[in-house]
């Protein structure tokens, strides 16, 4: 079993998506980036269905401008948007890796001779040997120098998506989440409101909001 056979091509992923959820929709958006330093970092929202108000997931991609090959280094915005896109929709799917084949073929691809950039070198009066150097990703790792490899998995951990609960139906479809402040009781109040209208519409689905900052519904 190669170490590619568990993961998904990004054509495929995207076909099965539209496939599971023809009207479906994601969105995308810039949390921080900075073209100096040479980072992206994507936030990607995936919705069920065209009109659903809360998400089903959300997840996160990070671009290291870095990390690219030199002739990809123009698009590695678009790269890290698609990234995020591809990492919410399995996600929500599941049945897959969440890294894309195309990711970490780079992944795979990506030489282990990489420097110690913790230091800086004058490479004009730099002697023959006085810059470390690794034949293997398992010497880089060793010395304590991050691989891409390592890079990846550590952001995918502190980066990890979020699988959200898919909004309750009543018999006129998917409810509303609503959110508010009572001005008599000065309390935050929260529930699933019914779309359809007065006085057909069902009561709603009232939360309450727990010690851990989340809303569940009302027993």
């Not at 539209?18 to 995308?28: A, D, F, M, Q, V």
């Amino acid at each position: 079993m190669g170490f590619l056979d568990n993961y998904e091509a990004s054509r495929e992923r995207l076909e099965r998506w539209l496939k599971t959820y023809p009207t479906g929709r994601i969105e995308t958006s810039i949390v921080e980036f900075s073209a100096d330093k040479g980072y992206v970092l994507v936030e990607a929202k995936a919705f069920r269905h065209e009109d659903d108000t809360r998400p089903a997931a959300i997840d996160f991609a990070y671009g290291y401008q870095g990390a690219y090959q030199q002739n990809m280094k123009r698009w590695f915005v678009e790269d890290t948007v698609t990234s995020a896109i591809m990492r919410v929709q399995q996600l929500v799917m599941g049945g897959a890796e969440r890294s894309t084949k195309e990711i970490m073929e780079q992944v795979e691809k990506t030489s282990a001779k990489v420097a110690n950039t913790d230091k800086e070198y004058d490479y004009w009066t730099t002697k023959f040997g006085e810059v470390p150097s690794y034949k293997t990703e398992e010497d880089m790792e060793a010395a304590g120098v991050p691989t891409l490899a390592s890079g990846v998995a550590e952001i995918a951990t502190q980066l990890g998506g979020q699988l959200v609960a898919e909004a309750p139906q009543c018999r006129h479809g998917h409810r509303i989440f609503r959110s508010g402040n009572s001005a008599k009781t000065k309390k935050d109040w929260a529930n699933y409101s019914c779309v359809g209208r007065k006085p057909d519409q069902c009561d709603p689905i009232w939360l309450v909001l727990t010690s851990d900052g989340t809303w569940k519904p009302q027993v």
